[in-house]
């Protein structure tokens, strides 16, 4: 099972989930990787002790970690790894909270 990343409008109703799989946090997170420089993605990289809420500048902030981290993800995940930057930078989402088991 994956990671839940609730998805929320400026309502704060949860419009969608998303899960981020536990092949692509491992694939984000491997030990060879430079993930730790990212302020913002190293909240999530705990697969079982996640839960982290994003909102405003903390989800731009988030987006451009994932974004910028892109040129890391291998070739077979960058699909994926896009999907989930796609998902969470809708104009409509407002606030994402990532939850793990």
Avoid: A, C
């Amino acid at each position: 099972m994956g990671l839940d990343v609730l998805l929320y409008d400026k309502n704060d109703k949860r419009i969608g989930t998303y899960e981020i799989t536990e092949s692509l946090h491992n694939e984000i997170f491997n030990t060879k990787k430079l993930w730790r420089s990212y302020q913002e993605l190293r909240k999530i990289s705990e697969y079982y002790r996640s839960d982290e809420e994003y909102e405003g500048q903390t989800l731009i902030e988030l987006i451009n970690d994932l974004k910028r981290y892109k040129m890391f993800i291998s070739e077979n995940k960058q699909e994926e790894y896009q999907e989930f930057i796609n998902e969470i930078s809708h104009p409509f989402i407002h606030k994402i909270n990532i939850v793990g088991d």
